[in-house]
């Protein structure tokens, strides 16, 4: 019989996992920590065994490092590893690193392919093949075909656990397999028809087994025109085609058109989570791969580069003030308002740019229409120009008493601002055509850019003021 300690502790209520705003709550992970230090497996279990992965990835990213391996190691066969998918790169590998090999093993066995290749892909070589070294030979091979496929591609992302059936089978022998085979995928979507071979002939989506007739055979009824994805695609082009067909699971096949997996739409949502957060990244000149558990040393490192290359562009604006150095002398004034002509620009070309970035990731923007919207964004240029140009002049003329020098920053604002809007999406355009990431180069250049085109702008015009 349990003692009243134990009897008041099982009778007390639940601590909140998550507080108002959607936190992690401080208190449950003070409670977690403590068990941790206590080395109370019996605490550990009854609190994290009904949480969801997600919840317990966020947990494992709020404990200190000693503690996130303790943590595993103390819950043993119930912590459920794929909670390591929800984890930073650089939290997930540490921890890794520090569990033995065969627990790693022991652990993925359990997961889909998918999230067991997401688990061990950022893995040096030797770490992962300690790993798959105590994987049972069928499931290492079928593991290490999708890790030798590229980085990004639909073969490190499909799940190879599949439903295949003959063409000769009916739909009611279908139905027969899958409710008397124990070892069926956690979760589908649709079977596919295939030849001996393998060679895909087609696929059933189960609204359509389940409405057809028993003695049917699978081939009159499988779809004709399956969505399918090579496993060599990119995961951003597959993506793509799941948005665009509202597809909900698509086989994958390699290249001899032999089913090898199939790709499901939870799999695509993270890909365009991804996608999004690494062109966010890129545009900001942030290394595609940092974390915000990475160390100040190696977050330093990837920022520096595009840093040095905006420190190398500002020289080059720099030098065209310099060219204008003797009407700056004369009249401290545009010393006070270039600035703004080259920020109002830059503002401008950002907007555009960032348009035309997403719009060239998600497919909108082609040839076919290219023209078109670099029409549109240079008048949006032009048209928000001359609305700003009025008011900011209207403002210098009045705070310096010289309409002329408002009219000269009025007409330079509208030169940049047209540049702006040009140039915005024409830059990320070509870009793209050299077969180049236009969210790692563009900012630079549209920078670049409209700082030049807005200090030349502005000081020429003032230049030409002065000599007249």
Not at 405 to 411: D, F, K, Q
């Amino acid at each position: 019989m349990r003692d009243d300690a134990d009897l008041a502790l099982a009778e007390a209520p639940a601590l909140p996992v998550r507080d108002d705003d959607g936190h992690l709550s401080s208190a449950f992970v003070d409670a977690i920590e403590a068990a941790i230090a206590e080395s109370d497996q019996e605490a550990l279990r009854a609190k994290v065994r009904d949480l969801h992965e997600a919840d317990v990835g966020d947990l494992i990213e709020a404990l200190g490092p000693e503690q996130r391996s303790r943590l595993i190691e103390l819950l043993g066969k119930d912590f459920d590893f794929t909670a390591l998918t929800e984890l930073d790169e650089t939290v997930r590998v540490q921890i890794l690193r520090h569990l033995p090999p065969r627990t790693v093993a022991d652990g993925i066995r359990d997961l889909d392919s998918d999230d067991a290749v997401y688990i061990l892909e950022d893995l040096d070589e030797d770490d992962k093949a300690a790993i798959l070294a105590f994987i049972p030979a069928p499931e290492r091979v079928a593991l290490q075909r999708s890790l030798d496929y590229p980085e990004e591609s639909a073969g490190r992302r499909m799940q190879t656990e599949f439903i295949a059936v003959p063409p000769f089978w009916t739909v009611g022998r279908a139905i027969d397999y899958m409710r008397e085979t124990e070892d069926l995928p956690e979760t589908f979507y649709e079977i596919f028809v295939v030849d001996p071979a393998y060679h895909l002939m087609g696929a059933l989506p189960l609204d359509r087994l389940l409405r057809t007739k028993r003695a049917v055979l699978v081939t009159a009824v499988k779809s004709e025109r399956a969505h399918v994805v090579k496993a060599s695609a990119d995961q951003e082009d597959v993506a793509h085609m799941f948005e665009h067909y509202n597809l909900v699971s698509a086989p994958v096949v390699d290249d001899a058109g032999r089913l090898v997996g199939v790709i499901t739409v939870d799999d695509i949502v993270d890909v365009i989570q991804e996608e999004a957060d690494e062109d966010l990244r890129a545009m900001a000149g942030v290394g595609s791969d940092e974390e915000l558990s990475d160390t100040v040393a190696y977050t330093a490192k990837g920022r520096l580069p595009w840093l040095l290359v905006n420190l190398l562009t500002a020289f080059f604006a720099a030098s065209i003030i310099s060219l204008f150095s003797d009407s700056i002398e004369k009249m401290v004034a545009l010393a006070v308002l270039m600035p703004i002509v080259a920020s109002m620009g830059g503002n401008a070309g950002n907007q555009t740019m960032t348009v035309a970035v997403r719009a060239l990731a998600t497919k909108d923007l082609g040839s076919h229409n290219a023209r078109r919207v670099v029409l549109r964004e240079v008048l949006v240029g032009l048209v928000n120009g001359c609305i700003l140009a009025i008011l900011l002049g209207s403002i210098a003329a009045a705070w310096f008493a010289n309409w002329q020098l408002g009219g000269v920053i009025a007409t330079a604002l509208i030169i940049n601002m047209f540049a702006a809007g040009l140039f915005g999406i024409v830059i990320p355009i070509v870009i793209n055509r050299l077969k180049l990431d236009p969210a790692v180069a563009s900012g630079v250049f549209v920078t670049t850019v409209t700082d030049t085109v807005g200090f030349f702008a502005f000081l020429g015009l003032a230049s030409l003021w002065f000599a007249g």
